[in-house]
């Protein structure tokens, strides 16, 4: 998909409630999964053992960490929303987050960004966006969450 680009990030505070992007698919590898684990400590079998899981886990195979399809936002919304005169933005936290549905390894997921909100700060906005993350083949998304960012021009 083409990365939506906005012209200035002014241009932003009267897009609230459309949707404004979509990202492109990624596959969330076997090898991803394991990088994460090994990133985070979090070795749990349901991720990391594919042989266990195949034969233990009710999803018939590993699957991705939450954790790990959450922190996929940060690149999708960065592969696929520019505003021209944001010079830099740092995540600025959560307000709900839910994992509705499991990624399996060798899935392809990407992210639709709705925005959700536009506020002015000293130097740039507060932008909070509506994200879901789809699970390709899947009517289930994996991730629901509401993002907040600060842009800065």
Avoid at 4 to 30: N, P, Y
Avoid at 86 to 95: D, F, K, Q, S, T
Avoid at 97 to 119: D, H, M, Y
Wanted: charge should be neutral.
């Amino acid at each position: 998909m083409p990365k939506t680009e906005i012209a200035r990030l002014a241009d932003l505070a009267g897009r609230v409630g459309e949707e404004l992007a979509v990202s492109d698919w990624l596959e969330v590898s076997q090898e991803r999964i394991m990088q994460f684990a090994e990133a985070t400590g979090d070795h749990q079998w349901i991720h990391t053992d594919p042989a266990r899981a195949a034969k233990e886990s009710p999803y018939g195979g590993t699957i991705a960490h939450g954790y790990l399809t959450l922190s996929l936002l940060a690149k999708f919304a960065q592969d696929s929303v520019k505003a021209g005169d944001v010079r830099m933005g740092v995540n600025y936290g959560l307000n709900r987050v839910r994992f509705t549905a499991p990624v399996r390894a060798g899935k392809s997921v990407r992210a639709r960004f709705k925005l959700a909100a536009f506020e002015t700060i000293p130097g740039g906005a507060q932008v909070t966006w509506a994200a879901t993350v789809e699970i390709d083949g899947s009517d289930k998304p994996a991730c629901i969450a509401e993002m907040v960012s600060r842009w800065y021009v």
